[in-house]
């Protein structure tokens, strides 16, 4: 085809016709883009044709068509596009031409026609291009461009009306804000769509980043810390489609508004009492803000919520039992039956927000935890965290297990406050409680849990190798002591304080006087004393309670002026010592059975007679005897009706080859045969305490070996004992962190 107005000839032969020839006035035809199936006609489109001389009008007929189409879809089609039903058709009346053609919809563009318009003889023939006999004819090809101007359709949209979100979440990406997002037609996808967003918000500083609502429908916008309130959102939607020849570029039904409501937060302030017993039923009371006034919980324009209706607490993972609401800033509930440190949480269920497709777009759910929550107990585990290549160390205090007897999943610690290993050289212990040495002995006094050691610090708060915990606080006992305390005991209302010391300070802010006492004092929740008024000369390591007695052990040669040489025992009245005592370097652990005190540690010899680190003293015959001989020392014991279990450092007792723990069946003849505990276990044994059916065993270990396997363990197994139908064995209490340390002590946790 040539350019708009040119001429081409045919092939055929010029002397049977002449060339027709028409006047063409315009080069092309421009019309609008249609929004519906429009047919257009356009009559005396063309006109004064000129069919050559006069001869050749009288012997030929003119006839005019319409031959190539460009761009076939700017036309009405079949519902397959393969046939355009709407196509430019011209139609020949004398000497002018009508033109008409069917616009496909939302179609523009320039679609270039090709128009033949013949002088035909029907008395003279000749071949045409496919070789047949045709009436010769004469052609002249022209080309008429037809524009369909675009006109810009408006852009849609649809948002919703409310968006409920919670403070404290910082950056929102709401995605899908705005749904059926359409700049128009598919022939307008090439358009931008632009929002517009205006804010009017009751909280001035709500706002770090104010709302933005970008073109694929994301809202984003940043919360300022600690803020809430109402906003009102204004929308504005458009394109870039310009509005020439009447478009318009204004979305419909815009601007639109939205409610946007910024719910806060509730917040735990406190919860009483934090520490109790891993049995359900006892009742805390929570204590805080925004648990359910009309302004923290009620929707605008939406119904009231009844406060009891969608507010919970958990502990930890569960349900607190008997919730009450009781205002905006007070809950009480009963613990559910646990173990461990628990965080204390409130949820308030809102609701949601939808588009208008139903797709979730946000959830105002809000919750609150309490990190420190509450501590629940059966055993308590004290040691020493070592830090970067063992060359440091800091306290450490777990609680524990969470499961009973048996059973196949593993007992675990907990560990009270953060108690991943630190292995940077730059940070110089494990954390934990961030005490600043080990813990070596603990047990409960006055509703709290009183530890102590060889540590000095709590962060940078002295403490003096002593201090009481509440399950929050770490406070001291008076004004503390000036050396390691190895152990703890209560006894008759007070508590016992054994260890390296030789001066209890009392409370300077209270006026209390230091005592010069040696390594031993009691404490009765006020101010030290000395027992019997007595001062030791020398260290106390352990300290045990049978009734009335009380009898202390360690490294000392008197107790006033009583000789007692490293053992002597308290009746309430009067010091004394156990026959000719020990000669020990050191004593580790003391136990009653029904035989008598079972002594064990580091010693040769026991009431003038040979023995090898352990012995048992007869309180009727006030006698010492021989317990068979352990080749290293004796660290624990602990009694468990008939049997009697030991551990400590060894790998014989008499013979027999044990591996760091042995256990014997006390009998009336008062033989003494030890048998394996299992196979033992790899390290030092530092502490045997029975509880709720289970010998746990602590120390400086990492596997434990039975009949079944060898265990994996990190200084914590204990041994269920179990009847004679059902076979015993090791099972790992898991969770002692990081690699390294000991565990010193354990504890059961009957606060």
Not at 281 to 293: A, C, K, L, N, R
Not at 304 to 320: A, F, H, Q
Not at 340 to 351: A, D, F, L, S
Not at 594 to 611: I, N, P, Q, W, Y
């Amino acid at each position: 085809a040539t350019k708009a107005g040119a001429v081409s000839l045919s092939n055929s032969q010029l002397n049977l016709a002449n060339i027709p020839r028409q006047n063409i006035s315009a080069y092309y035809l421009s019309v609008l883009e249609s929004s519906t199936v429009s047919r257009l006609e356009f009559n005396s489109f063309l006109s004064d044709f000129r069919n050559g001389g006069v001869d050749q009008a009288r012997e030929n007929f003119l006839t005019i068509e319409i031959g190539q189409v460009s761009r076939q879809h700017l036309f009405l089609t079949d519902g397959n596009g393969s046939a355009c039903l709407g196509c430019p058709q011209l139609s020949l009346t004398g000497d002018v031409a009508s033109l008409s053609f069917t616009l496909e919809p939302f179609q523009y563009g320039i679609s270039s026609l090709e128009v033949v318009l013949a002088s035909v003889n029907n008395n003279t023939w000749q071949e045409n291009s496919d070789g047949v006999l045709a009436p010769s004819r004469a052609e002249a090809v022209f080309q008429i461009d037809l524009i369909v101007m675009p006109v810009n359709n408006p852009p849609k949209a649809e948002v919703p009306s409310f968006l409920g979100v919670s403070e404290g979440d910082g950056k929102y990406f709401i995605h899908n804000f705005a749904t059926e997002i359409s700049p128009g037609p598919v022939n307008e996808a090439w358009q931008e769509i632009v929002f517009e967003v205006l804010t009017q918000s009751d909280t001035p500083l709500l706002f770090a980043q104010i709302p933005k609502l970008y073109p694929n429908g994301t809202l984003a916008f940043e919360l300022n810390d600690h803020q809430h309130g109402n906003v009102n959102l204004t929308i504005f939607l458009s394109d870039t489609g310009g509005s020439e020849f009447g478009g318009t570029n204004s979305g419909i039904g815009f601007p639109r508004m939205v409610e946007l409501k910024v719910f806060p937060l509730p917040k735990i302030m406190s919860v009483t009492p934090c520490v109790g017993t891993f049995h359900e039923g006892w009742t805390v009371t929570i204590y805080g803000q925004y648990f359910g006034s009309s302004y923290s919980r009620e929707l605008a324009r939406f119904p009231e919520v009844v406060p009891s209706e969608n507010i919970s607490v958990l502990v930890g993972d569960l349900p607190c039992l008997e919730q009450e609401f009781v205002s905006d800033v007070q809950m009480t509930c009963q613990v559910p039956a646990g173990f461990g440190r628990k965080p204390v949480t409130i949820n308030i269920t809102g609701g949601v927000s939808v588009n208008d497709k139903g797709d979730i777009l946000s959830d105002w759910t809000r919750t609150s935890t309490f990190t420190n929550g509450i501590i629940q107990a059966e055993v308590y585990y004290a040691g020493e965290l070592r830090g970067f290549a063992g060359l440091t160390s800091s306290g450490y205090l777990g609680v524990g297990p969470d499961s009973a007897p048996g059973n196949d999943t593993s007992a675990s610690i907990d560990c009270l406050g953060s108690c991943e290993n630190r292995t940077s050289p730059t940070l110089a212990s494990a954390e934990g409680l961030d005490l600043s040495r080990s813990v070596r002995t603990m047990t409960t006094y006055a509703d709290r849990l009183v530890i102590g050691g060889s540590f000095i610090f709590f962060r940078s708060r002295v403490l003096s190798y002593i201090a009481a915990w509440d399950g929050v606080r770490l406070e001291p006992i008076a004004g503390g002591v000036d050396g390691t305390v190895y152990h703890l005991q209560r006894y008759k209302g007070n508590l016992v304080i054994g260890g390296a010391f030789s001066l209890l300070y009392g409370n300077s802010a209270q006026g209390k006087q230091t005592l010069r006492s040696g390594g031993l004092g009691q404490y009765d929740g006020s101010d030290w004393s000395l027992i019997g008024n007595a001062r030791v000369g020398g260290s106390v390591t352990i300290t045990y309670v049978d009734g009335d007695l009380l009898y202390v052990a360690g490294r000392f040669r008197y107790i006033g002026d009583v000789p007692a040489l490293n053992i002597a025992v308290w009746d309430g009245a009067a010091w004394s010592g156990l026959g000719e005592g020990l000669r020990a370097r050191d004593v580790y652990a003391l136990v009653k059975t029904s035989t008598g005190l079972v002594v064990g540690g580091e010693f040769t010899r026991a009431g003038g007679k040979t023995v090898g680190n352990i012995a048992r003293w007869e309180p009727d015959t006030r006698t010492w005897h021989p317990m068979s001989d352990f080749n290293a020392p004796v660290r624990a014991l602990a009694s468990v009706g008939s049997r009697l279990f030991a551990g400590g450092d060894f790998s014989l007792a008499g013979v027999k080859s044990l591996a760091n723990m042995a256990q014997i069946t006390v009998s009336e003849d008062k033989s003494v045969t030890w048998t394996g505990v299992g196979l033992g276990v790899s390290g030092s044994v530092h502490a045997l305490t029975y509880i709720n059916g289970c010998v746990y065993a602590g120390g400086r270990f990492d596997s434990a070996t039975d009949q079944d396997a060898i265990k994996a363990v990190r200084n914590v197994v204990r041994w269920c004992v179990q009847d004679e139908s059902t076979l015993e064995r090791w099972e790992p209490v898991v969770g002692m962190p990081g690699k390294g340390g000991v565990v010193f002590a354990i504890a059961p946790t009957d606060v």
